[in-house]
């Protein structure tokens, strides 16, 4: 009778050298796709950011746009303040306009002095309004002053992410290319605030940057401009 043979169990394994190639290899893998995410995090909060910003920027620009159009209602002029509608100190363009919205109030809701001038204090709200940037960190606010909503005045932020605001003044409709921040070769030269009945708006968003340069999803700074042609509708009233 013969022995059975032993068995004997064979085992095998990665030695280290294959693990520390396949913890490479992992480590690698798991680096890019972090990477990605966070490109497309970064990418994704970009998106959402410039949306919300230009939508900010658009409203504001209908509200200006609204109650330039109708400057000087019930006036001997056009409405626009040219010693308040200037360039400030940082470039930026200011304007002031006046209408006299009471002046046949429907509603019987408006006073005689109200009705008969701009400057009666909670009766007078949007016949004396200024908008301006007001700086503020990284960015500028668009602002509204209304001088007689209230006693006082009050001030309203209609949009936050702006880098530039340019106003031009024009006798009649004109065409222009934009260039940067700004619009550029108008077809007619620029007149004064009080001579003007076309207005165009130029606003340049401002978009910082995401991240930081070199960093994974790095987004730079970019600026996309809003542009609103105002026709003056109240401009040639006088004269009729």
Known sequence: MKDTPSLKQTESGFSLIELIIAMLITIAITGLAGNLLVQSLRMRTRANSTTDALADAQRALNIMSREIAGA????????????????????????????????FNPSGTATVPAQNSIGISGEDAGEDV????????NTNLLARYDAYNIPGGSSTVLANRLDALHIHYYAQKVTYNTTGCDISNASLTEVGPSAAKYVVIAAC??????????SPGYQPPSRVLLVSDVALRNSNLPIY
């Open 72 to 103: 000087g209602f019930n006036l001997s002029d056009n409405g626009i303040v040219p010693e308040d509608s200037v360039i400030d100190e940082n470039g930026n363009s200011t304007i002031r306009i006046r209408a006299n919205l009471n002046r």
């Open 130 to 137: 200024k908008y301006f940037l007001h700086p503020a960190p």
């Open 205 to 214: 968003v401002l978009q910082p940057a995401v991240g930081t340069p070199g």
